[in-house]
C-alpha cells in the first residue's frame, strides 16, 4: 500500500543547532515533494518544493533535499530558534493532480 | 492582499442538517482543494478542482459535494452532516494547471462539529 511517513514523535533541539526532519515513502513515484509550516489551529504555509530531478534545495536556513532512489527527502533547518517550532508536514503529488501530505512531526526548539 | 478565506470559521450543527462552508481566492488560480485534517490521520485531499466545471475526487470524498461555478470559489457541501465529519477543514488554492508543482495556499481553516 501507498504510505507516507514522518516521526510522529516530536524533535527536540536546542536553539542554534540543525534540526532534520525526515520523510519517507512507499510505492509513489511523485514529480515533486513539498514542505510545509503549521501552527497550531492554523493553515499549512509553504515552505519548499523539489522536483525529482533536483537532489538539493536551500532557501535561507532551509534545506530539501530528494532521494529518489531511497524514496526519501530530508529537511533541514540550520541555526534554529525557538520561532521555527511548529508542525512540518511533507506532500507529494500521487496520480497527477492529488496532493498527499505526511502526518508530520513536531518541532520544539528550546532557548 | 492574496488570500484564500474559508466561512465559517467555526460550526456546530446537528447530524442531518445540510451545510455550505465557502471558499474564495483573490489570487487567480486554477487549482482549489478540500482537505480535513484529523489527530492521527493528517491531512486527507477531499476534492479537488483543476478549473471551473472540473472537479475530481480525493482520497476521502464519501458525504461531500464541491462545485466550482466561478474561478474564485469552491463551497464544500455536506448533504447530510455525520458525527464523524467532525474535523478541521482547509480550503487551498493553487497557480498552475495540469500536474500541480506550484506550492498551496491555505485558508485559515474551518472548525466543525457534528452532535
Known amino acids: 500500500s501507498q504510505k507516507i511517513e514522518q516521526n510522529s514523535e516530536a524533535l527536540n533541539i536546542q536553539e542554534g543547532k540543525t534540526a532534520t526532519l525526515t520523510c519517507n515513502y512507499t510505492?509513489?513515484?511523485?514529480?515533486?515533494l513539498q514542505w510545509y509550516r503549521q501552527d497550531p489551529g492554523r493553515g499549512p504555509v509553504f515552505l519548499l518544493l523539489?522536483?525529482?530531478?533536483?537532489k538539493e534545495k536551500r532557501k535561507e536556513r532551509l534545506k530539501v533535499t530528494f532521494d529518489t532512489t531511497l524514496k526519501q527527502s530530508l529537511f533541514h533547518i540550520t541555526a534554529s530558534q525557538p520561532a521555527d517550532s511548529a508542525t512540518y508536514l511533507c506532500?507529494?503529488?500521487?496520480?497527477?493532480?492529488?496532493?498527499?501530505f505526511g502526518g508530520g512531526t513536531r518541532l520544539m526548539v528550546k532557548p | 492582499e492574496a488570500q484564500v478565506t474559508q466561512n465559517p470559521r467555526y460550526l456546530i450543527t446537528v447530524t442531518g442538517k445540510k451545510l455550505t462552508v465557502t471558499c474564495s481566492q483573490n489570487?487567480?488560480?486554477?487549482?482549489m482543494s478540500w482537505y480535513r485534517q484529523d489527530p492521527g490521520l493528517g491531512l486527507r485531499q477531499i476534492y479537488y478542482s483543476m478549473n471551473v466545471e472540473v472537479t475530481d475526487k480525493g482520497d476521502v470524498p464519501e458525504g461531500y459535494k464541491v462545485s466550482r461555478k466561478e474561478k474564485r470559489n469552491f463551497p464544500l457541501i455536506l448533504e447530510s452532516p455525520s458525527p464523524n465529519q467532525t474535523s478541521l477543514y482547509f480550503c487551498?488554492?493553487?497557480?498552475?494547471?495540469?500536474?500541480?508543482?506550484?506550492?498551496?495556499?491555505f485558508g485559515p481553516g474551518t472548525r466543525l462539529t457534528v452532535t
Open positions: 510505492n509513489y513515484s511523485p514529480a515533486y
Open positions: 523539489i522536483r525529482e530531478n533536483e
Open positions: 489570487m487567480n488560480h486554477e487549482y
Open positions: 506532500a507529494l503529488n500521487n496520480a497527477g493532480n492529488m496532493l498527499t
Open positions: 487551498a488554492s493553487s497557480p498552475g494547471t495540469g500536474i500541480i508543482q506550484y506550492e498551496q495556499y
